[in-house]
């Protein structure tokens, strides 16, 4: 049985870039694209203060992440690997955790900073908290 790496992708560069890395560094591995849909990211109501977390943002969070998923499937066919795109909701850091822990996950390969720009100085948020957290090795790719 081979390795199974979880790679998260939220569209950024690094996200990507990680997907190439696990694609060259673990060719015969089974390849999970996990995308999580943060509700938080969705805004608040200024009238109500409350979550606007309204079916057409999310609706278009699905269809950009199954557009993500759809370009590195195609990379991926091409270099002979088979890869499976998940999409969740929930906060991004205990979602990975999570589906590590409960997919038997051997590794995960993650970008160092995501698209929010949001950073530490050397990890991004995400990922120095997944890397705190996760159950496995985690290699982060700047």
């Known amino acids: 049985m081979g390795k199974h790496i979880l790679v998260p992708l939220d569209g950024s560069e690094q996200a990507h870039e990680a997907c190439d890395f696990a694609m060259a560094e673990f060719p015969e591995a089974d390849l999970t694209l996990l995308h999580v849909i943060n509700p938080a990211d969705a805004g608040y109501s200024v009238q109500a203060s409350i979550p606007t977390f309204s079916e057409e943002w999310y609706e278009r969070?699905?269809?950009?992440?199954?557009?993500?998923?759809?370009?590195?499937?195609?990379?991926?066919?091409?270099?002979?690997?088979?890869?499976?795109g998940v999409i969740e909701v929930g906060k991004p850091t205990h979602v990975i955790v999570e589906h590590a822990q409960e997919h038997d996950v051997d590794q995960i390969v993650m970008g160092s900073h995501g698209r929010s720009g949001v950073s530490r100085i050397l990890l991004g948020s995400v990922a120095e908290?997944?890397?705190?957290?996760?159950?496995?090795?985690?290699?982060?790719?700047?």
Request: no cysteine.
């Open 61 to 84: 969070q699905k269809e950009e992440a199954q557009n993500r998923f759809e370009e590195i499937e195609a990379e991926a066919r091409e270099r002979g690997i088979e890869v499976e």
């Open 129 to 142: 908290t997944v890397v705190r957290r996760s159950p496995v090795p985690v290699t982060v790719i700047r």
